[in-house]
Structures are given as structure tokens and as C-alpha cells.
């Protein structure tokens, strides 16, 4: 029979609830034996009136609280007191070792039962442990163990003349007893099933983060990389066309490689080093938006590259991830160009209207039919970097030739115009 693990480890603090709770339980199942004898015997010593004695059995009447034949005469002895001393050590065990705990309570809770013992304490007992390896383990591993309890609670119709098992009464209570484990059971595994549910979210919420994470890496590194090494490409193109005639222009492009390279490892040293440091929740330095937009510009006219670029209305003051969502997505577009348009021209336009942010990225390259437009991890990535403000981006070549990169995105309120409404 399989014994999976437990599904939730045992904590050493535990121990300060399961030991005092099977301590309670043993002090009340002895309890119980003793408070069931003075009633046998006409009720506690120091309520009974010697010159009017009870009638056998006490109150409960000549049979006493046990079933027919008790009259009160019943002893503490060596299977009781074992019987009790195992049901406590398998309730305090039943979290650290829920096998050997469960063991010891159907042993034990039989051997008390069938000593003679009340059935009211002693089946809390088998409650809990069953219920503990209900919580604890899969069905298919505790269920063929549970067969246990039924010699275990019919160990109560024994005591004490053997006629229980032909006692209406007793038989009902044993199913009775019986239904209760059950119901106990069927508690715990809802608690297993509720748990396992609650951690499968979780972890899905953590996958889902992490592979989100990841995605946003990889576009920011995919964007700094792409459009660092274009640019660094045209520069280098251009110092070695005009290296023997022109020296002069060649030492300006080695310059300019130079700057876009260091700029561009010290972004990128900034952009990674959250994932050297889990502590560090933001990047070392501010991340790119459109206030640098003229400098990614005037670095790609050095190289020769001609870009117009218009801007209408104030784009100051957007928030932090409108603002580099808006400056990734016209690097990157650009990137395109550069890689895709050859010597074409291209028209940058920014407008803000209201809350909406409009950016358009138009070459004049070669003409270019739809159908062949394929859309890799740059256009992927800017309709993923505008999707994620909540925006919309569309790549569409242009009739007269080139292709026409659109985007809108939403500028949030600020949070006391918010408030107001």
C-alpha cells in the first residue's frame, strides 16, 4: 500500500499543541472512567448520603452508564491504563510521524474501549488522527489504513459481559462512531483538496510572474542590444568608407562607437542588475525615456542617417513606464529601419492629446506588400511593451513605399484628479 509524504512538513512548534491535546484528551478519557464509576456506585464520595443509598447503578439506574450488567464495580486496570497511555502518544505524534501516531490510536482507542472505557473522548481521538492522515496524505494512501477503525470501534462492543454484540444500542453507537470518522475524514481531505488548490494558484501566479519577468528582460536586452549594434554597424560602415579620404570623419565614427558602446554596457550592467541582486527591486539607474530621444536620434544622423523628428504638445512629467514604454518602441522602430530600409529616410512624430500618446515611425524605404511584412521579436516585442500600458500598436507598409509604425498609448490620471471622481 503506498505511503506518499505529507503534504505540509511538520513545524517543531506543533509539538506545543499536539502534546498538551493528547495529554488533555488522556486526563479526560481517564476522567471519564472515574466519573463513570462514582455514578455506578451512587455519585461522587463526597455527595453520597450513606443513610440513603443510591439504588444500584446510581443515578443512570441498576445498569449503570455502560450497557446492561455494570453496576458501578469497575476497576482501573493494566489494559486500560496501556490503552490510554497509546492513544496519548499517537495523538502527539500525529504530525511528526502521522503513521506510527495513527497506529497507536487504533491500537490504543481498541484496547480502551474494549477495557470498558466511555466511547465519548476516546472517539474524538480516532477523529483527529483520522482526520490528521486525511489532510496529510492522498486518498489512495490512507484509505485502505482506515479499514482499521471498524476492529477498532467494534472493540467497544465487548465490555462488559460480551453481550454487545447482540445490543441493539451498542451497535447503533458503534455506527454511530463509525459516521463520524467518516465525516471526519471527508473534513480533512476538503482541507487537503482546498490547500493543494491555494498552492497550484500560487505557483502558477509564480510561473506566470517569473516567465513575465523573463519577458521583460529579454525585450529591454533585445531593444538596447539591437539598436546599439545597428548603430555601431553604420558608424563603422562610415569609418571605413571615408577612413583614407576623409581621416578626420573616421576618428568622429570611432568616437561615436565608442560612446554608443559604453552607454550601452553600462545600460545594460543597470538593466541586470536586478537579477544579481534579488534584494534590488529597481534597476541602478533611471531607465531611458523621451527626454534622450534626441541623443538616440543625433546618434544615428552621425552615422548618416536622416530622421526628422516632430514633437506636439508637453511630453514632460509622463509616468516613469509610459515614458520608456514610448522611447523602447521608437528605438526600436528605428532599429528597424536601419536594418530593414537600407538608406531610407524616416519620420518620427510624438503627439500628446489629452490622455493619449501618439507616436509614429514612417520610412520612406522600398516598397513592401503586406503578406511579406513577417513580424519578429521587435514588432512582437512593441505591441507587448504598448499592450502592457494598456495601448495599441500597428506595423503597416505604406502605399508610396516604406512602413508606417503607429502607436497609442494611454496617459494615466494622476492620482488626486482620481480621488476627486
Do not use: C
Not at 490504543?108 to 466511555?118: E, H, I, R
Request: proline share 9%; charged share 20%.
Amino acid at each position: 500500500m503506498a505511503r506518499s509524504t505529507p503534504a505540509i512538513r511538520p513545524e517543531p512548534r506543533q509539538l506545543l499543541l499536539d502534546v498538551p491535546l493528547g495529554l488533555a484528551l488522556g486526563m479526560l478519557t481517564w476522567w471519564s472512567v472515574v466519573f463513570g464509576r462514582w455514578m455506578g456506585q451512587g455519585g461522587p464520595p463526597w455527595t453520597r448520603d450513606e443513610g440513603h443509598p443510591e439504588p444500584p447503578g446510581g443515578p443512570y439506574g441498576p445498569y449503570g452508564p455502560y450497557g446492561p450488567g455494570y453496576d458501578g464495580s469497575f476497576e482501573m486496570t493494566v489494559p486500560l491504563a496501556v490503552g490510554i497511555l497509546l492513544l496519548t502518544v499517537g495523538l502527539a505524534l500525529r504530525r511528526f510521524k502521522p503513521w506510527l501516531g495513527y497506529g497507536l490510536v487504533v491500537v490504543g482507542v481498541g484496547v480502551a474501549l474494549a477495557a470498558g472505557v466511555p466511547a465519548g473522548f476516546v472517539n474524538i481521538v480516532a477523529m483527529i488522527s483520522v482526520y490528521t492522515l486525511a489532510r496529510l496524505f492522498e486518498p489512495r494512501a490512507w484509505l485502505p489504513w482506515s479499514v482499521a477503525t471498524i476492529p477498532m470501534v467494534a472493540a467497544g462492543l465487548w465490555p462488559p459481559d460480551g453481550r454487545g454484540f447482540f445490543d441493539p444500542n451498542r451497535i447503533a453507537g458503534a455506527m454511530f462512531a463509525l459516521v463520524l470518522i467518516g465525516l471526519a475524514a471527508t473534513v480533512g481531505m476538503i482541507r487537503r483538496t482546498r490547500r493543494e488548490a491555494v498552492l497550484q494558484e500560487r505557483d502558477a501566479d509564480l510561473r506566470r510572474s517569473a516567465y513575465e519577468e523573463r519577458l521583460r528582460i529579454a525585450r529591454e536586452v533585445h531593444d538596447l542590444i539591437g539598436h546599439s549594434l545597428s548603430v555601431i554597424n553604420m558608424q563603422a560602415g562610415v569609418a571605413l568608407h571615408v577612413l583614407d579620404k576623409r581621416p578626420e570623419q573616421a576618428e568622429e565614427s570611432l568616437r561615436a562607437i565608442r560612446q554608443t558602446s559604453k552607454d550601452a554596457l553600462a545600460e545594460l550592467r543597470s538593466t541586470l542588475a536586478v537579477f544579481r541582486d534579488p534584494g534590488r527591486s529597481e534597476p541602478t539607474a533611471p531607465e531611458p525615456g523621451l527626454a534622450r530621444l534626441e541623443n538616440l536620434i543625433a546618434a544615428m544622423r552621425q552615422a548618416g542617417r536622416t530622421i526628422e523628428l516632430t514633437v506636439d504638445g508637453e511630453i514632460g512629467g509622463l509616468p516613469p513606464t509610459l515614458d520608456h514604454t514610448a522611447y523602447r518602441i521608437v528605438q526600436e522602430a528605428l532599429t528597424n529601419v536601419v536594418r530593414h530600409a537600407g538608406d531610407a529616410t524616416a519620420d518620427v512624430s510624438i503627439t500628446r492629446q489629452g490622455r493619449r500618446l501618439l507616436l509614429a515611425i514612417v520610412d520612406h524605404g522600398p516598397p513592401i506588400r503586406s503578406e511579406t511584412l513577417a513580424e519578429g521579436h521587435g514588432i512582437s516585442g512593441m505591441r507587448e511593451r504598448a499592450r502592457a500600458v494598456g495601448g495599441t500598436l500597428t506595423v503597416q507598409p505604406q502605399p508610396g513605399g516604406g512602413v508606417a509604425v503607429r502607436a497609442q498609448l494611454p496617459i494615466p490620471a494622476p492620482a488626486n484628479e482620481e480621488g476627486e471622481r
